[in-house]
């Protein structure tokens, strides 16, 4: 994020996989065993019975995570001898470079700042258009967890692991996850100088600075791996573009985010209020005015943000507050939120014409099948695999926060942009090896979930409408048994295996079975 102060500047830095916590098995091993008395409770309206039984049983062991984490702030404090004026700032969404232009004793100076997914690095570029001079110096920080210091007048280096501490509600502590970020700056002069851990620079006319960072994460394994070594590969990383001018760097940028983004455009007509600041263009609709222009210009926004934060280099999908999150306890521990949020973060991907942004997202579901599979057998005695609502990037797959994370559909839900991707592509060879295999599993589990209800139908038992609640006979409960979403969900995910067993000529009997499943589950009504 980037602040765009010309006295005090500040970016905010992250990087998608700088995560507290640590692998574990958060299935509670009193569930399987409950389940039959959960499901009877549930089935005879006794819902303070069954809240009391899925906090002692279904909750997981330990029943948080922990937080995504930023990786730290850059700090250039500029020393002007008079205060910036004609200040404007600005992000354009053409070009993914946010700049800020002032000027300070009549000359004028232009900041700009942009992540190149080719170099895999931050740029910032800082330049006087009219032999201005900069005096600024740059500061690598964290709030904890972290050593900084020179390594040399041109290079920062930050380096640390995070240490988490015991608890009983998200697990246990120690040394975990390892990380580093390294600051290079180079000047049109050469005039760098290093002290007390700042890098100085001092009258030139140029400054180009990369910053890059790593950890030692792993996705093939959903956990750390001690033979990745972040340092190294930040040093890796910068030496392979050290000799790239800004004009190559930016190009290389361009040519690689323009593809993505130019793709597709969205117009009202002319836009007359472009001229404007966003912020008084905000105003003016507040106050009930009419700005098509500004409706176009949110829309690709959405579409700049899911670019920006899935994609390749990339290893993980987008999380709540994404790569953007500043809190090192964030809200929500700006996790993946897989009982609607993830699945809304994707919705853009396919019919906005960014179809490789999901290839995060299924390379993700793909590793969460494994502890997903443990989940489904542990808990509920199935095949298959599922998860609940929420997971972070160690894969836990158990019931998190409270009876609410009681939703097992979440993970049939999280199939449905796997198929949607393949039915805006039609890439069978995709189909066949990673969407059908998540969709298959994922019915798999379903087929062993469902239970006979009182009425005769095949029903989910427990079941929660994310974040609903209903009443019934005064008492008010969110577990319930055969709620609509999970009807919906069910058959969609069965209708979906259907059709891609047909299109690959495969799993007949699968398919067979599907559909008569399908032909059991209770009818969808539309009475309020």
């Given at each position: 994020m980037v602040y765009g102060n010309p006295t005090h500047e500040r970016l905010q830095l992250n990087e998608e996989s700088l995560w507290?916590?640590?692998?574990?098995?958060?299935?509670?091993?009193?569930?399987?065993?409950?389940?039959?008395?959960?499901q009877k409770e549930l089935f005879g309206s006794q819902y303070k019975n069954a809240l009391k039984l899925a906090e002692e049983c279904f909750l997981g062991t330990p029943p948080n995570i922990r937080s995504y984490q930023p990786l730290g702030d850059l700090y250039i404090d500029f020393d002007w001898k008079t205060n910036p004026e004609n200040y404007t700032r600005e992000l354009n969404l053409r070009t993914g470079i946010a700049s800020t232009r002032f000027t300070v004793d009549g000359k004028h100076f232009i900041?700009?700042?942009?992540?190149?997914?080719?170099?895999?690095?931050?740029?910032?570029?800082?330049?006087?258009?009219?032999?201005?001079?900069?005096?600024?110096?740059?500061k690598l920080s964290r709030e904890r967890d972290a050593i900084v210091k020179t390594v040399n007048n041109n290079t920062i280096h930050l380096t640390g692991q995070i240490v988490?501490?015991?608890?009983?509600?998200?697990?246990?502590?120690?040394?975990?996850?390892?990380?580093?970020?390294?600051?290079?700056?180079?000047?049109?002069?050469?005039?760098?100088?290093?002290?007390?851990?700042?890098?100085?620079?001092?009258?030139?006319?140029?400054v180009l600075a990369s910053l890059t960072a790593s950890t030692d994460y792993s996705i093939k394994f959903l956990d750390c791996d001690t033979t990745k070594d972040p340092d190294s590969e930040c040093k890796s990383i910068l030496d392979s573009?050290?000799?790239?001018?800004?004009?190559?760097?930016?190009?290389?940028?361009?040519?690689?985010?323009?593809?993505?983004?130019?793709?597709?455009?969205?117009?009202?007509?002319?836009?007359?209020?472009?001229?404007?600041?966003t912020d008084e263009r905000l105003d003016a609709v507040r106050s009930g005015g009419v700005d098509n222009g500004l409706i176009s210009l949110y829309f690709q926004f959405g579409r700049y943000l899911l670019m920006s934060s899935s994609r390749s280099p990339g290893v993980l999908p987008t999380n709540l507050q994404g790569i953007w999150n500043k809190d090192m306890n964030a809200p929500w521990?700006?996790?993946?939120?897989?009982?609607?949020?993830?699945?809304?973060?994707?919705?853009?991907?396919?019919?906005?014409?960014?179809?490789?942004?999901?290839?995060?997202l299924t390379s993700f579901l793909e590793k969460l099948t494994v502890p997903g599979a443990v989940t489904a057998k542990e808990m509920y005695g199935t095949s298959g695999w599922t998860i609940h609502h929420l997971t972070d990037p160690f894969g836990r797959t158990g019931v998190a926060d409270g009876v609410w994370g009681i939703t097992p559909m979440d993970g049939p839900w999280m199939t449905f942009p796997v198929y949607e991707h393949y039915l805006f592509t039609k890439d069978t060879s995709f189909l066949r090896n990673e969407a059908y295999p998540l969709m298959k599993g994922s019915a798999e589990f379903v087929l062993g979930f469902l239970v006979e209800s009182p009425e005769g139908y095949l029903v989910t038992n427990p079941s929660h409408s994310p974040e609903n609640n209903f009443k019934e006979k005064g008492e008010i409960s969110a577990l319930t048994y055969a709620a609509t979403t999970d009807i919906e969900i069910v058959t969609a995910l069965f209708n979906?295996?259907?059709?891609?067993?047909?299109?690959?000529?495969?799993?007949?009997?699968?398919?067979?079975?599907?559909?008569?499943?399908?032909?059991?589950?209770?009818?969808?009504?539309?009475?309020?």
């Open positions: 507290a916590g640590s692998k574990i098995n958060n299935n509670n091993p009193k569930a399987f065993k409950a389940l039959p008395e959960l900041e700009e700042v942009f992540v190149s997914a080719p170099d895999n690095k931050l740029v910032i570029h800082i330049i006087s258009t009219d032999g201005g001079l900069i005096k600024a110096s740059f988490d501490a015991d608890d009983v509600k998200t697990g246990p502590g120690g040394k975990h996850m390892r990380f580093a970020g390294e600051l290079r700056i180079f000047t049109s002069d050469g005039k760098t100088t290093a002290k007390n851990d700042i890098l100085s620079v001092n009258n030139t006319k140029e573009s050290d000799k790239k001018n800004i004009s190559e760097l930016k190009q290389r940028h361009l040519k690689e985010y323009q593809n993505l983004f130019n793709r597709m455009s969205l117009s009202f007509g002319e836009d007359s209020l472009a001229l404007k600041s521990n700006s996790d993946f939120h897989t009982n609607i949020n993830l699945q809304m973060n994707y919705w853009p991907a396919e019919v906005c014409n960014l179809t490789e942004t999901t290839i995060p979906n295996c259907i059709e891609a067993s047909q299109i690959l000529g495969t799993d007949k009997k699968f398919a067979d079975r599907l559909k008569a499943a399908i032909k059991n589950l209770p009818p969808v009504s539309k009475k309020l």
